[in-house]
């Protein structure tokens, strides 16, 4: 479960990465107003984008931990 | 008893944050200059608001850790897991400042950068705090927190710099919206956005803090463990 909500966040992240991207690059239109909307929504995905994307790293970190942990215990009851 | 206050701090958090956006969005009017585009206010002033507030955090643990490393050995790993913390989500939210900048930019000035003082200064912060996370990550031995802990002091001193450059120098950044000069301001219904995002950020930043902040501990835990069982071999 927690392994999934990791996944899911990392694909988040790298999707509003990826329609950032699209917004900037690709689908930049001529019209102004239409412009100032995009690059209004580029701004907002790369905020969300960054944010998931440190709270995915962040929960593998703690992950990694927790086994690190786990091991560690299980090798200190090994040697008492 | 703690896990319940988690969720429901997690859920205000999350309401606030869409509360926010639809304040931004829906609620507040375009500007009548610049349009569409100054909506991106309602995310970038937030997060250097929080950046600011977790640099301030950050320069706190220092502190705390270089009065308690002699005498108070316990004081001094929570003081330094704070700096780490602190640091670590102040860049991230300078990161999106610094990223929803150029974006607005662009559109307003034509520019994606210039180097004003407002923007360079900004700019030295992130660095000076990305030269933090990185001796942290790669600098070993004991002095490595010491070392941390002082680049965490020096970089803090350069908030207050960064706040007063359009203050202080002529910038191609506009003039402070909030205590400017005379004449400055916001429209209401903007400034009720702005604060709505503001609270939620400032939510949001505070939940991320508090989990690097317990995985820093933990980390903490687990070298402290494995240094006594190395003494012990």
């Known amino acids: 479960m927690k392994k999934l909500a990791m996944i899911l966040l990392s694909a988040a992240s790298i999707a509003l990465f990826g329609r950032v991207a699209y917004l900037i690059l690709l689908a930049p239109s001529s019209d102004a107003a239409l412009l100032d909307h995009e690059f209004r929504q580029a701004a907002y995905t790369i905020t969300w984008a960054i944010q998931l994307g440190y709270l995915a790293w962040l929960c593998m970190k703690w992950q990694s931990q927790k086994r690190d942990g786990a091991l560690h215990d299980s090798g200190k009851s090994l040697t008492r | ?233």
């Open chain 2, 1 to 233: 008893m703690k896990k319940p206050l988690i969720g429901i701090y997690i859920l205000v958090t999350l309401a606030l944050m869409a509360w926010g956006y639809y304040q931004a969005i829906y609620v507040a009017p375009n500007d009548a200059m610049q349009g569409e585009i100054f909506r991106i206010i309602y995310y970038h002033v937030p997060s250097f608001a929080v950046a600011f507030a977790f640099f301030a955090v950050s320069l706190a643990g220092s502190i705390g850790f270089l009065a308690f490393r002699r005498n108070f050995p316990d004081r001094a790993q929570i003081a330094d897991a704070l700096a780490l913390a602190g640091a670590e989500i102040g860049v991230v939210f300078c990161t999106v400042g610094l990223t929803t900048g150029p974006l607005w930019g662009r559109r307003a000035w034509g520019i994606w950068w210039t180097w004003d003082a407002r923007l360079t200064t900004t700019l030295v912060l992130w660095l000076i705090y990305m030269s933090y996370l990185l001796l942290r990550r790669f600098a070993g031995g004991p002095q490595m927190q010491t070392l941390a802990a002082v680049l965490g002091i020096f970089g803090a001193l350069d908030v207050p710099i960064v706040y007063m450059a359009n203050r202080w120098w002529r910038t191609q950044h506009p003039a402070p919206v909030f205590g400017g000069a005379e004449g400055s301001g916001m429209d209401p219904t903007m400034v009720g956005a702005l604060m709505w995002n503001m609270l939620a950020w400032f939510a949001w930043g505070a939940l991320i803090l508090a989990l690097r902040y317990r995985v820093e501990r933990q980390h903490q835990k687990i070298a402290a463990a494995e240094a006594q069982r190395a003494l012990e071999a």
